[in-house]
């Protein structure tokens, strides 16, 4: 037991590097659980950016009137808040008070929108 002990003090690399890949092997498979499994990768585009992507280049836009049922991201962020436990389930009710502010700042951006293409018509017809 001492000579191990001993090998141990003098060659602190044959301990560092084996918990240094036990803690890495944990991360990849944290990485699975949390995304594999749940289907969305880290390095694929978010659905968000799909969406603008596609608007961007003139397919698949979306009109001002089509909006998303929030109620199943706010159920999946509860299922996600429940498996972390008590500082996940802050952490997720907090993203889905943030993606509810979102949904109505949406909401007010294209009223704003359709406003202001009302007045550039005014503006339009009066000169």
């Known amino acids: ?20 890949g036990f803690v890495l092997s944990l991360v990849i498979l944290r990485i699975k659980k949390r995304y594999v499994k ?3 990768l880290p390095w694929r585009l978010g659905s968000r950016e799909r ?3 596609a608007s961007e280049t003139g397919s ?3 009109s001002a009137n ?3 049922d929030l109620e199943i991201a706010l159920r ?4 996600l808040g429940v ?16 993606l509810k502010r979102a949904a109505g700042m949406q909401a007010r951006i294209d009223a704003l929108s359709k406003e202001l293409e009302q007045c550039r018509a005014k503006l339009g017809k009066a000169d």
Request: glycine content about 10%.
């Open 1 to 20: 037991m001492k000579e191990l002990l001993n090998c141990a003090l003098n060659y602190p690399a044959l301990l560092v590097v084996p918990a240094c």
């Open 38 to 40: 749940d289907g969305v």
């Open 51 to 53: 969406v603008q992507h």
């Open 60 to 62: 698949g836009e979306m």
């Open 66 to 68: 089509n909006s998303i």
């Open 76 to 79: 999946k962020f509860r299922e």
């Open 83 to 98: 498996e972390d436990g008590d500082l996940g389930y802050a952490y997720w009710y907090e993203v889905g008070q943030l």
